[in-house]
């Protein structure tokens, strides 16, 4: 009996290895997979002239079993490793797709695809290694068959690996080669936790979709990606690039490398209903080195982060931001390197028209950094491309640190001065400087455009000082840069106690008023004032000192103050009032600012 026994666990153990598991199906060969509910398992490694999966059925699975597969080994073009066509539900997982090794240069291989996602819904690519090199290749390509919106549903491409080491394109400035792309996706989608490695463009490449504002796109996720890409030899060649992308998620990824932007993203509106476009949490530094290919817009030029064209319902917030110029040959380059790039302008066919609406940046730490004498690098710039912005800009409680310039305002239109750039620490960095400026204002020659831009409440450090500006370009002498200061006022009795509702006026030299304010029940209350502005080609104005005051019950009281710098605070005294504030104290929460940050 005990030899019966053994021999009967030795043949279910032999069993247990030549069965497949429970409803899966063993294949060694490319072919169409389309029955529904199917799950397969490769078994050896592949190859192909062309496309050598396609799964056509829905809720099927291909594992691949930790295999290769090796397509367009005839170089044919526009084929695919894995095509998941007008799947839903179905599923790409553990192992390799590679692109034939004859699939270089100019030509061979064309439109060829790692992964294509053609109109399919509820899919999943995971830990797939993809490696292409081909002209006009991607890596993982995922569109939609029709623009109807599928709402509830979401295409995820998790833990893969894509390197891409394509070097020629048909297009320079156009989107045409990518480790991933996404474009006009009716549905939302996920890129979690994916390793991006070279590119001779963008590492995610978002195109065109959700053009409606259906929402059926909104909150899309592109969160814990690794992007390393070396020597990008195109236009667009962000980490990150998105092209009329709404209400995108972007969070916790790390961009590396030289010769690309960080996060770049052109129109990003058409939110339903006021949804939000949220950056944060992401870690960039990049090198502006120049490529001998250069980019369409010139060589060496690169952002940390990009906000171009309409902008609308964004939040970017505690991310790390380094940029670097640093020179191949200092003789000849000059390169530009900024950190944060804010451009306010719509594209519509020729013209440019919109701007910036409920914009918020905060909390971010930023850096721009070189080390040539004719690189450029700025730690942000604000820049109105003959535009206007529009409503609730605000670039708060962020630190700039530079060894160039730290804020330009360039060719900016009509600026909302409420607070636009507001209480940010501004320094220079230590160690070998180059034109180093805080505040440089470049305005263009035409007067049409009315640009008056002011900061308020600058902490500085390293060296930077508030009287720092450059102005430079022509027009008109009217164009200004102003330099404004909080001011708190406390009003109280003649006893000493706070007063409420007294009416707080301050004026400037000029006795023009520069703002009022009502107290609260602890007294207080705050008015804007200017200390100084500088004209293009006038001498400065100066506000100091002004004269405040605070009245109630006809009562008065008033002084002169200067204005020169933060946490300033004045006390009146209404030596005629007995009238002690009679409210309840709320201590105000801690940690937050008054601005939405939805």
Same mark, same amino acid.
């Given at each position: 009996?005990?030899?019966?026994?053994?021999?009967?666990?030795?043949?279910?153990?032999?069993?247990? $290895?030549?069965?497949?598991?429970?409803?899966?199906?063993?294949?060694?060969?490319?072919?169409?997979?389309?029955?529904?509910?199917?799950?397969?398992?490769?078994?050896?490694?592949?190859?192909?002239?062309?496309?050598?999966?396609?799964? @056509?059925?829905?809720?099927?699975?291909?594992?691949?079993?930790?295999?290769?597969?090796?397509?367009?080994?005839?170089?044919?073009?526009?084929?695919?490793?894995?095509?998941?066509?007008?799947?839903?539900?179905?599923?790409?997982?553990?192992?390799?797709?590679?692109?034939?090794?004859?699939?270089? &240069?100019?030509?061979?291989?064309?439109?060829?695809?790692?992964?294509?996602?053609?109109?399919?819904?509820?899919?999943?690519?995971?830990?797939?290694?993809?490696?292409?090199?081909?002209?006009?290749?991607?890596?993982?390509?995922?569109?939609?068959?029709?623009?109807?919106?599928?709402?509830?549903?979401?295409?995820?491409?998790?833990?893969?690996?894509?390197?891409?080491?394509?070097?020629?394109?048909? #297009?320079?400035?156009?989107?045409? #080669?990518?480790?991933?792309?996404?474009?006009?996706?009716?549905?939302?989608?996920?890129?979690?936790?994916?390793?991006?490695?070279?590119?001779?463009?963008?590492?995610?490449?978002?195109?065109?979709?959700?053009?409606?504002?259906?929402?059926?796109?909104?909150?899309?996720?592109?969160?814990?990606?690794?992007?390393?890409?070396?020597?990008?030899?195109?236009?667009?060649?962000?980490?990150?690039?998105? $092209?009329?992308?709404?209400?995108?998620?972007?969070?916790?990824?790390?961009?590396?490398?030289?010769?690309?932007?960080?996060?770049?993203?052109?129109?990003?509106?058409?939110?339903?209903?006021?949804?939000?476009? @949220?950056?944060?949490?992401?870690?960039?530094?990049?090198?502006?080195?120049?490529?001998?290919?250069?980019?369409?817009?010139?060589?060496?030029?690169?952002?940390?982060?990009?906000?171009?064209?309409?902008?609308?319902?964004?939040?970017?917030?505690?991310?790390?931001?380094?940029?670097?110029?640093?020179?191949?040959?200092?003789?000849?380059?000059?390169?530009?390197?900024?950190?944060?790039?804010?451009?306010?302008?719509?594209?519509?066919?020729?013209?440019?028209?919109?701007?910036?609406?409920?914009?918020?940046?905060? &909390?971010?730490?930023?850096?721009?950094?070189?080390?040539?004498?004719?690189?450029?690098?700025?730690?942000?710039?604000?820049?109105?491309?003959?535009?206007?912005?529009?409503?609730?800009?605000?670039?708060?409680?962020?630190?700039?640190?530079?060894?160039?310039?730290?804020?330009?305002? $360039?060719?900016?239109?009509?600026?909302?001065?409420?607070?636009?750039?507001?209480?940010?620490?501004?320094?220079?960095?230590?160690?070998?400087?180059?034109?180093?400026?805080?505040?440089?204002?470049?305005?263009?020659?035409?007067?049409?455009?009315?640009?008056?831009?002011?900061?308020?409440?600058? #902490?500085?450090?390293?060296?930077?000082?508030?009287?720092?500006?450059?102005?430079?370009?022509?027009?008109?002498?009217?164009?200004? $840069?102003?330099?404004?200061?909080?001011?708190?006022?406390?009003?109280?009795?003649?006893?000493?106690?706070?007063?409420?509702?007294?009416?707080?006026?301050?004026?400037?030299?000029?006795? #023009?008023?520069?703002?009022?304010?009502?107290?609260?029940?602890?007294?207080?209350?705050?008015?804007?004032?200017?200390?100084?502005?500088?004209?293009?080609?006038?001498?400065?104005?100066?506000?100091?000192?002004? @004269?405040?005051?605070?009245?109630?019950?006809?009562?008065?009281?008033?002084?002169?103050?200067?204005?020169?710098?933060?946490?300033?605070?004045?006390?009146?005294?209404?030596?005629?009032?007995?009238?002690?504030?009679?409210?309840?104290?709320?201590?105000?929460?801690?940690?937050?600012?008054?601005?939405?940050?939805?």
């Amino acid at each position: 009996m005990g030899r019966i026994r053994v021999q009967l666990l030795a043949w279910l153990v032999l069993l247990l $290895f030549a069965v497949p598991a429970f409803g899966q199906t063993h294949i060694s060969s490319c072919q169409t997979l389309s029955t529904d509910g199917a799950s397969y398992l490769l078994t050896t490694d592949l190859s192909s002239p062309g496309t050598c999966m396609t799964i @056509r059925g829905d809720n099927i699975t291909l594992d691949l079993g930790g295999h290769t597969i090796t397509f367009d080994t005839s170089a044919a073009g526009n084929t695919r490793g894995v095509y998941l066509n007008g799947t839903r539900n179905s599923r790409v997982e553990n192992g390799k797709v590679v692109q034939f090794s004859g699939c270089v &240069g100019e030509g061979p291989c064309a439109r060829d695809t790692g992964v294509r996602v053609s109109g399919a819904f509820d899919t999943l690519v995971k830990n797939v290694e993809i490696t292409v090199q081909g002209y006009d290749t991607f890596g993982i390509y995922m569109s939609s068959a029709s623009s109807s919106c599928q709402a509830g549903t979401v295409n995820r491409l998790e833990g893969n690996t894509i390197t891409h080491n394509g070097t020629y394109l048909s #297009s320079r400035d156009g989107f045409s #080669s990518e480790p991933i792309k996404i474009e006009r996706h009716a549905g939302r989608f996920e890129v979690i936790g994916n390793r991006i490695l070279a590119s001779p463009q963008a590492g995610i490449m978002i195109y065109g979709y959700g053009d409606e504002g259906n929402g059926c796109n909104d909150g899309s996720e592109i969160a814990d990606n690794y992007i390393d890409i070396d020597g990008a030899l195109y236009a667009n060649p962000g980490g990150i690039h998105g $092209f009329h992308t709404p209400a995108l998620h972007i969070h916790h990824n790390q961009i590396v490398g030289d010769g690309q932007e960080g996060i770049q993203l052109d129109g990003a509106r058409f939110q339903k209903d006021g949804a939000l476009t @949220r950056i944060h949490d992401n870690q960039v530094d990049v090198d502006c080195n120049y490529w001998p290919r250069g980019h369409s817009a010139g060589r060496g030029i690169l952002q940390g982060l990009r906000l171009r064209y309409t902008t609308e319902y964004v939040r970017v917030y505690n991310n790390t931001i380094k940029v670097h110029a640093d020179a191949v040959d200092d003789t000849l380059e000059r390169n530009t390197a900024t950190g944060i790039h804010l451009t306010c302008a719509r594209w519509n066919g020729s013209a440019r028209t919109g701007g910036c609406t409920d914009v918020k940046i905060w &909390g971010n730490t930023v850096e721009a950094v070189t080390t040539g004498s004719l690189e450029q690098v700025y730690a942000i710039t604000i820049d109105g491309v003959e535009d206007q912005i529009t409503s609730g800009v605000e670039i708060y409680s962020n630190t700039f640190r530079s060894n160039g310039t730290i804020l330009r305002y $360039f060719d900016q239109g009509t600026l909302d001065n409420s607070a636009v750039f507001h209480d940010n620490l501004m320094e220079f960095l230590p160690g070998a400087r180059y034109n180093e400026v805080t505040f440089r204002v470049d305005w263009s020659n035409s007067a049409a455009w009315p640009m008056t831009p002011s900061v308020r409440d600058i #902490s500085f450090g390293g060296g930077a000082s508030k009287s720092d500006v450059v102005l430079t370009g022509g027009g008109v002498s009217g164009k200004r $840069f102003s330099l404004d200061w909080t001011h708190e006022l406390h009003v109280v009795d003649q006893n000493g106690a706070d007063v409420e509702g007294a009416l707080v006026t301050m004026r400037d030299a000029a006795g #023009s008023t520069e703002g009022q304010c009502t107290t609260d029940c602890t007294g207080r209350c705050s008015v804007v004032s200017r200390e100084i502005t500088y004209y293009r080609s006038d001498d400065p104005t100066r506000y100091n000192p002004h @004269r405040v005051t605070a009245t109630k019950g006809g009562d008065e009281a008033s002084l002169s103050a200067t204005v020169d710098g933060l946490g300033q605070e004045s006390e009146l005294v209404l030596a005629n009032t007995d009238d002690p504030a009679n409210c309840d104290r709320i201590a105000a929460p801690t940690g937050l600012h008054r601005s939405d940050r939805r």
